[in-house]
């Protein structure tokens, strides 16, 4: 199956109308965006905030994937043209910032890991790649709320143990984290310096990159053949790499290595992106009746799946499409893993009184009645992720500008 091609952005305030996402064709965008406007009312139904005032997600969920959140509805806003949400994805940013603007907020401190406040960047970063509304003069701009952001991140590089790298937690207040050096973390530092030496053209981001790659890959948290594994222990010397992959971290890694080959040309991150996308391949085919089907396989066969891991495929997704955006060499992997996905999430998203939540085993051909936030996050994710590749790129330096008005 072949999807459609076209270099023209998303029409601004598109009047989108909202679809079944059991009635999805992923040949035609009118069909994918109606989709994914149903899925992006399925995932804002969690949230309870306002244009005026950002609300903690509900319990489990917690302070990172409001900002994971964020993330997802500002890919909806930028590939689909629908506006619907922007105040509220705006005001939740701002709101977020804390005193230092740098998005460390002591009311989360107990909860603030390193990879917490990465997934606060990765969003910053995406709104300030898309000249998305800021329209709070008393605030810095998203640019330079990303690179506050990157500098609280920097300031906690760890020489004390494994010859460098980032801690999982922050704050005595999570001790265990303070012996564990985990790729999230690390990985979310990799990405945010790739992005912001492509956005500024400043070196000290580029060198920092490469560090954290390196550092990376030294420790055999990334192996030969790009499998991202979870983390060590500092005590051990990061010696006794975790064995456990999950799907967003692979990911992480990966579009930084998109980013820096663009940014670059050097040809060895490109040879990265697409060595992490074929061992990437392990996420996919649980069973041999379910080829080319997205699952977590640390969790989803055995039932162990915590609220956090519910919403990894998500971000595999929004990071894979990106990285295709990048390097065009990874769109045949693209199409031959995430389309037979696609199609499967979209027929996991029949259950509920609605008829349109989702559920979490996209393998099983239909809904599994596991249902909540992260599987809404996911489906938006790997559905309007289909629109990827009719995107601009993202913006970088004289293009990135302040905008205070909202679309209409």
Known sequence: MKFFKSGKPALAGAVIAALAPKDLN????????????TLAAGAM??????????????????????????????????YTGDHTYDRLIARGLLDQVGPDFDYMLPSHFGQEGNDDQAFWGFAVMSAAERNFPQPDPNVPSWLQLGQ???????????TTHC????????????????????????????????????????????????RVWDWTEAVGMIDKDGNVYDGAHARNNCTDTNPVTFSYSAAIYMY?????ADH???????????????????????????????????????GTCTADMRSFKGYFSRWAYASALFLPQLRPI????????VLAAAQSCTGGESGTQCGQKWYVGGFDGVTGLGEEMCALETVQGLLADKAPLPLKGDEIKVVREFAS
Request: aromatic content about 14%; glycine content about 8%.
């Open 26 to 37: 992923i040949s035609d965008p009118v069909s994918i965006k109606g989709v994914a406007k």
């Open 45 to 78: 139904s969690y949230y309870s905030g306002t244009p005026d005032k950002f609300v903690d997600l509900p319990e489990p969920h917690y302070w990172w994937q409001a900002g994971a959140l964020m993330g997802s509805m500002l890919d909806y806003s930028h």
């Open 148 to 158: 506050n952001l990157w500098n609280s991140l920097a300031s906690r590089w760890n």
């Open 163 to 210: 010859g460098g790298g980032l801690l999982w937690q922050i704050f005595a207040s999570n001790p265990n984290g303070l012996d564990y050096k985990n790729t999230v973390s690390n990985g979310g530092f990799f990405q945010i310096s790739a992005r912001l030496a492509r956005a500024t053209g400043n070196t000290t981001y580029l060198e920092w990159a490469e």
């Open 256 to 260: 930084g290595c998109a980013v820096l």
């Open 264 to 302: 670059t040309g050097d040809a060895k991150w490109a040879d990265r992106a697409e060595r992490i996308l074929q061992a990437a391949r392990s996420f996919f085919s649980p069973f041999p009746n379910a080829t080319n089907i997205m699952y977590e396989h640390a969790c989803e066969t055995v």
């Open 334 to 341: 693209i199409e031959e893993l995430w389309y037979p996905t």
